[in-house]
């Protein structure tokens, strides 16, 4: 069954915020604890839906798993995500050097892979786990700037460094499905940097590559304004889009297919880590009212919420969601 008949055949709109890092609040952690421990996050996510009970489940959201399981370094702060300081691929034998990681002995990705299985404890209706996209990895891997000039400057580079991306992602995806999640959400948000014949060259055609080797269905999340990438993200064969809030959701339901799940859109930082209960109740309402018609709608953030988003505005858009 597909993922959207599956949603839809409750007969409510499912709610489920991409909501992760607060959690690290609800037990009184540091956000690199969750990030290095499994128990810890796993905790976390158990205090977050035991309060909340969301619809999906998602771990937090950590770019730089796939990446540091190859050996690049990553800064860890309290209260922030984990980001990657050193962009080692300047050539072929850089990647080549590389080739020889076997990112699954990584402990910090089993770590991961933990959590996974832990959360198929919580009684959800659906458990899910994130991996980096194949073009946002290949700028980790290369710099965003140097993989950006790559498609024009060194296009035939860049089709090797996202081909090994791809088979790294696709190694760790199929675990991920194996520990129990039921969707892989695949972050791509150095996407939103190409134009859309860009995107469907470097990165739709790997995630697509990627999509046909993961068992679980796949949703697609680029952040920013990824409205001119919509044709190009469904044409990569996913079964659902994750999208942000400068995205305009109802024009972008009206204007796909009804099968391709759309999840949406409240500004995580402005709305719901920036705004009162007014806002948010305003905010809400509004997007439901706009998405009553589409069946194939989860009302969920635009991205990760910030960690100290205020618990009374996550309360709000849960019971509006819900109303």
Known sequence: MEITERITRSGRTWVAPLIGYPGARLTRTSVSENLLEAAVHLRSLQALYDRWRMDIVFPMMDLSVEAGALGLPVRFLDNAPATVVEHPVTSRDDLDRLRRVDILSDARLQG?????????????????????????????????????MATVRDPALLHEVLSFATDVVASYACRTGDSGAELVVILEPSGVLLSPESFRVFSGAYVEH?????????????????????????????????????VDLAAAAAGLPENVLLIGNVAPVEVMGGSDEAAVIQTVRSLRERMASYPNFVLSTGCDLPVNTPWENIDHLMREGRA
């Open 112 to 148: 991961f892979l933990d959590v996974i299985q832990g959360m198929r404890s919580f009684d959800a209706p659906l458990v899910a786990s994130y991996v980096v996209g194949p073009f946002s990895l290949a700028s980790l891997l290369m710099g965003a700037s140097r993989a950006a």
């Open 210 to 246: 990627l999509v046909e080797r993961i068992s679980a269905p796949c949703v697609l999340h680029v952040c920013g304004d990824s409205s001119p990438l919509l044709a190009a993200m469904v044409a990569c064969g996913v079964q659902g889009l994750s999208l942000d809030s400068p």
